[in-house]
């Protein structure tokens, strides 16, 4: 059955989450594992010795105890490596994990041969030491990005676990898995809507604005369509079910967001564009260094140490750490802010941004309603009287706004929903009806004779104005997209000086909006906050969320706004700039380093008695990566 497949992929989207959990605890215990190992094997190596002049207890067959607890490096700490260059060569991708898979094989190799052979010149401690700070620089990146799948979790979260299936005149809850195309189920008010399906009893207003992004409660009658997720309102109504399973809307967007989810990982990041270099210099250099010793009678031995030495100088300690050691500061830094880093990536190509799209409720509006105006404070009394009591958002509104006015509300009697039009009590002795007639704004009658209009809308949040206004003055380009009306989005365009602005964009168009932009050649930053806006968020070259808006939303989005503060959004391009200056001179100090040791290591000055041995290599490499350290740790001072 259809909807079975659906549950089943929500669990593999979640086994898949827990999956990643493993893989980044898996790390730290692995890096735990080669920190404690390399201890003992230090006291072995030649750099212990030529370095520190200190030396381990030599007995019997101590070499072997070396070989032993290198392999064991090698083999479990190792092995993450040399499976992930393993799939890095699949895909024809060589990058950083196959410049640390022929280092540390190279090593592992050679001090086997070394061992065995008697000849004890080894390279655990330069193979250990390798292992363990690539497994720290890789849990720090790992612990700065985080599992993508917890959009999918939280899309499927939205649906109602069970159903009420009308039977006969009785109703009976089943599990949502167990629902059919053409079941009738009964929605209470204030119920989800369990999945797609058409009305055939009973009117309400239905909130879609989580799915929809359309502002008001959209008012439905017998035969209107409604969407799994949406959220009735105080009437009661038995909908046809038409869709389940991977039709329906919900799953649509699901799907939206796993294709651009899918489509977004595979953008390569700067350390592996520079990894990728270097293993083609290592394979290279390494490959003619061994000949040109060969050819000159050094013998296979100096040979292969000549080459060895090439292939571990060229696997960058420091580059294993130059970039995720920024981006765990400037993670820091961004939380420090009110911005919180999700995807590293996004932190990365923010600077290139040129465009930002907004979502307008709850993003540049308030997502709730205000009083725009009212014919008179009586009036508006009368209504709040009527609405004192109400749940409904429009109804809060207005008594909200009488309590700001200091109005005094009258007790009610005889209080009456009337589905999907509003709302009426007696006041005094009379009637007041409040609610809909059919035109735009809430009418107030006493006694069936009208007595006046309040006008209701999405109030613009005064900080939107100041971060408008802030973005402008860094020439980008900012546009607005709206599930409202054109009248609404004109409104509220003109208000915050917007040019561009899409209006009436259903929501699985909106991530066709931002394709459109991109078709143009833009870069685009899409700010919502609606499930709605979850492909959106994911399509865009950065997604940014607003902190207090949906999870799904937040679960797609690269950064979010803990504080739901649009002024926060230009900390992100301005932290976007210092952080990529950072890792280039990160990535300058950790690859220049290479560019002068790879021809010591290959021996090009060893007519002059300078040969750079792999105990010094190591020594030179410390040095680069303490100095990355530090380089990064700079980037703490600087003030957005």
């Known amino acids: 059955m259809e909807h079975d497949h659906s549950h089943h992929k929500h669990s593999q989207y979640i086994e898949h989450d827990k999956h990643t959990g493993h893989h980044t605890a898996d790390f730290l215990k692995k890096f735990w594992i080669s920190l404690v190992l390399s201890v003992p094997i230090f006291f072995y190596s030649e750099m212990a010795k030529e370095v520190f002049n200190i030396r381990g207890p030599e007995f019997t067959g101590w070499p072997y105890l070396l070989l032993l607890l290198g392999s064991a490096v090698y083999f479990y700490c190792g ?15 060589p990058g950083m994990m196959t410049l640390i898979a022929i280092a540390i094989t190279a090593a592992y190799a050679y001090s ?27 849990w720090i990146e790992m612990r700065s990005v985080a599992g993508a799948q917890g959009a999918l979790k939280e899309l499927s979260k939205l649906l109602p676990d069970q159903a009420e299936v009308v039977r006969g005149d009785k109703t009976e809850t089943i599990a949502l898995s167990s629902l059919k195309v053409g079941d009738v189920v009964l929605i209470r008010p204030g119920s989800k809507v369990p999945a797609d399906g058409k009305i055939i009893y009973g009117q309400s207003d239905v909130n879609e604005s989580i799915l929809t992004g359309e502002s008001k409660p959209v008012h439905k009658i017998e035969d209107s369509e409604v969407i799994a997720g949406s959220v009735n309102g105080d009437g009661s ?40 270099y270097l293993t083609i210099i290592a394979v290279v250099g390494g490959g003619i260094t061994f000949v040109a010793w060969l050819l000159a009678n050094a013998g296979i031995v100096t040979a292969t140490e000549r080459l060895v030495a090439v292939l571990i100088i060229t696997c960058p300690h420091a580059l294993g750490l130059a970039v995720p050691l920024v981006a765990a500061i ?78 005094s509300i009258a007790p009610i009697k005889n209080f009456t929903n009337v589905p999907g039009q509003g709302a009426q009590a007696e006041v005094n002795n009379s009637t007041i009806f409040v609610g809909h007639r059919g035109g735009e704004n809430i009418v107030v009658e006493k006694d069936k004779q009208q007595i006046g209009t309040i006008e209701v809308a999405d109030a613009i949040r005064p900080e939107a104005i100041e971060a408008i206004a802030a973005l402008k003055k860094t020439r980008l380009h900012i546009a607005m997209i709206t599930g409202d009306s054109k009248e609404v989005a004109q409104d509220v365009a003109q208000q915050l000086g917007i040019k561009e602005y899409f209006a009436r964009v259903r929501p699985e168009e909106k991530s066709e909006k931002v394709k459109l932009l991109q078709s143009r050649g833009k870069k685009v930053a899409m700010v919502g906050d609606g499930v709605n806006d979850a492909p959106a968020l994911t399509q865009a070259d950065i997604g940014i969320a607003i902190g207090a808006g949906t999870n799904v939303a937040i679960e797609s989005a690269g950064i979010i706004l803990v504080r739901s503060d649009p002024r926060d959004i230009p900390k992100i391009f301005n932290l976007s700039r210092l952080t990529y200056n950072k890792m280039i001179q990160n990535l300058f100090w950790a690859t220049g380093y290479n560019v002068v040791a790879i021809p010591l290591a290959a021996g090009m000055l060893a007519s002059r008695g300078i040969v750079l041995q792999p105990a010094l290599a190591a020594v030179f490499m410390s040095a680069s990566t303490v100095i990355v350290a530090f380089n990064a740790l700079l980037l703490r001072r600087k003030v957005l």
Do not use: C
């Open 112 to 138: 086997v041969w070394s061992i065995l052979s008697g000849h004890m010149h080894d390279l655990m401690f330069e193979l250990a030491s390798l292992i363990t700070i690539m497994l720290l620089g890789h």
């Open 330 to 407: 400037s993670t820091t830094m961004a939380a420090r802010n009110g911005l919180l880093i999700r995807q590293r990536i996004a932190l990365e190509n923010a600077r290139k941004i040129d465009t930002i799209l907004f979502d307008k409720t709850g993003t540049l509006t308030k997502g709730e309603f205000s009083i725009m105006s009212v014919t008179s404070d009586d009036v508006l009394a009368l209504a709040a009287a009527v609405e004192q009591h109400s749940q409904h958002p429009i109804g809060k509104a207005i008594f909200a706004e009488a309590r700001t006015r200091k109005l």
């Open 237 to 276: 109504l038995k909908v046809e079910i038409g869709t389940i399973g991977e039709k329906t809307f919900l799953a649509g967007v699901m799907r939206l967001v796993a294709e651009a989810q899918a489509s977004k990982s595979r953008l390569q990041i700067l350390s592996d564009q520079a990894a990728f």
């Open 79 to 93: 092995w993450v490596f040399l499976q992930s260059a393993y799939r890095e060569l699949k895909a024809r991708l």
